[in-house]
C-alpha cells in the first residue's frame, strides 16, 4: 500500500471577515470564532492566514462545522513570539486567506477506528478532526483521543474534552506531567496511554499532533501498537512555504 | 569493613550485550541483574531496588524502554534509580534523543548510543553512582 496523498488546496483570494467571538483559553491561549462574509471550503488538518490591520499569522483551524462562513482558531497569547493576533477583539475587521494546506484523508479514514494522540497546543487542530467526525458520526469507527499537558492549568477545551467524552463511541483520556494537588488523573506523558487503548492496528487509523521533538516518541509508540506507517498521519513541525503547519504521512516525515 | 556492592540491573534483549556489560561490571566490583525485557525487569524490581539501571530501547517492542522508564518514575518505590539509556533506536530510526532536551518524554538520566565500549560504560556508571 503506497502513501496515501491528501489533496493540496490553495484557494489564496482572502474573504472579508468579522471576528465575532473572543475567549480566552487556558494556559496563554484565546480562541477566536470568525464570521465569514463568504464561505470557506475547508477540512481538519488545514490552516488559515490571518490578517489584521497591523498583523499576519497562519494558524491551523481549530475545529469544525459545516457552516463554512464560521471558522475557529487558537492564538498564543501568553509568551509568545506567535502572537500577532495578540490584541485583536470582538468586532474587529479582518482578512482570512485559506483554507491552505492538505487535509487529512478523510475518506480512507471512514469505517475505521481512529486515534487522536495530541499535546500541548496539538490539541488545537485535533479538535476539527474531532469535531468532524463527532458531526459525521456514522461514517468512522471509534475515537480514541490522549492529550498530554505538562500541567493541568494548561489543559484546552476542558469543557469539551468532558462533553467528547459522552459522545457515542468516543474515549477521551487525558495526562499531564506535572499533577497539582488534587490531581486525580493520569500522570507522564500521552505515549504510555497507546498501549492500554487495545486498538486493532489493521483497521486503524493515527493522527498525531504536538510540539517539535515529540513526534520522535510518538512514532515509536504508534509503531510499537503495530500502526503502519500509512496509517499514521500528523500536523508536520516543519513549516512550508507559507510558514505555517501541513498535515502529512509519517512514512513522509521519515524522509 | 567493605561497603556492599552496588546493585545494577542491565536490560537488554541481545544476550550479547548483556554478557559482556555483567563481565565489565562485574569485574569492577558490582552485582549485576539481568532481563531480557521489561516484563522480566518488573519481576526483578518486584523483589529489590537496584542503585543504577542499564535499559536498552527496543526490544520486544520498540518503544518498550521509554514505556519501562515511564512506569519507573512513576513508581515511588523505584523513581529515583538512576537510568543509563543505552541503544541503538538513534541509529535505526534516525531520531536524536537527549533527555537535556526531551524532558518527561525521556525520563532517564543520561542516553548513550550502541555500542558503548567498556571503558565508557563504566566512567558513566560511576558517574551516576557518585551522583546517587
Redesign the interface.
Known sequence: MGVEKASDVTSVEPVLATVSEREELAGGHCRLAIALKDALKYKPGQYVQIASADASQALPIAGWNNDFTRIEVVVPTGQSKDSALLNVAEGDRIEVRGPLGRHLPLSAMQGQEIIVLAASDGIVSARSLVQYILANRGQYGSVHIIYGTEHPKDILFQKELNEWKSAPKVTVKVIV?RPADGWMGY???P??LL?SLGVNSANSYAYLSAPN??Y??M???A??IHLPDQRIWLMNDKRDNEGAWVVMNAAEY?L | MSEDPKTILVVDDDPDIVAASKLVLTTAGYQVETASDAEQALVILEKIVPDLMILDVMMS????G??LS?RI??DERLSAIPILMCSS?SEQ???S?NPE??????PVNEFVPKPIDPPDLLARVQRLLKAE
Do not use: H, I
Open positions: 506531567e500522570v507522564g506523558v505515549t504510555q498501549p521533538g515529540v520522535k516518541f512514532l515509536l509508540s509503531g510499537a521519515r | 517492542s520498540v518503544d518498550e521509554f514505556q515511564y518514575r512513576g533506536v530510526t534516525g531520531f534523543f532536551t526531551d524532558g518527561n518524554w525521556l
